[in-house]
């Protein structure tokens, strides 16, 4: 099993492979992170 862990809020991901593992956080980012980036705070309510 491989884990990723998202840098910004702590949350662990784990796949078989790495690469799955850095899917799960590029997603779990690019879903969560890049809204905040763009001044989008809804989705914490």
Not at 13 to 18: L, N, V, Y
Not at 23 to 40: A, N, S, V
């Amino acid at each position: 099993m491989s884990k990723s862990k998202c840098s910004e809020c702590g949350k662990e991901f784990t796949a078989k492979t790495k690469n799955e593992a850095f899917d799960q956080l590029k997603e779990h980012r690019k879903e969560e992170h890049l809204k905040r980036d763009k001044g989008d705070f809804s989705y914490t309510k």
